[in-house]
């Protein structure tokens, strides 16, 4: 249940980097409160998942499910803006 805690909070951050560059992604541009709130999600969501991973399952199994996480939900992520562009290219 760890690993999918972690996977969301990675799967948010990367969505909150996707939303900062909203041109090259091809997303609506956010408004002033919504960059800074990315700004702080994009920085502080790994942080919270690498303290709840070491705190929970210690610092060696928690560390290696935190770049386990980071690897899938970078997969995740650019998956979900993959097929988001093959959904709005259709004719």
């Known amino acids: ?5 972690l996977l969301a909070l990675w799967l948010a951050a990367f969505m909150c980097h996707a939303v900062l560059w909203s041109a090259r992604y091809k997303l609506p541009a956010p408004g002033p409160g919504g960059q800074r709130l990315a700004r ?12 709840l991973a070491v705190g929970i399952q210690g610092p060696v199994t928690g560390l290696l499910s935190w770049f386990a996480a980071l ?21």
Do not use: E, I, Y
């Open 1 to 5: 249940m760890t690993f999918v805690l």
């Open 40 to 51: 702080m999600m994009r920085s502080g969501l790994p942080l919270v998942a690498l303290g």
């Open 71 to 91: 690897s899938l939900g970078g997969l995740l992520a650019a998956s979900l803006l993959a097929m988001r562009d093959r959904l709005t290219d259709r004719p």
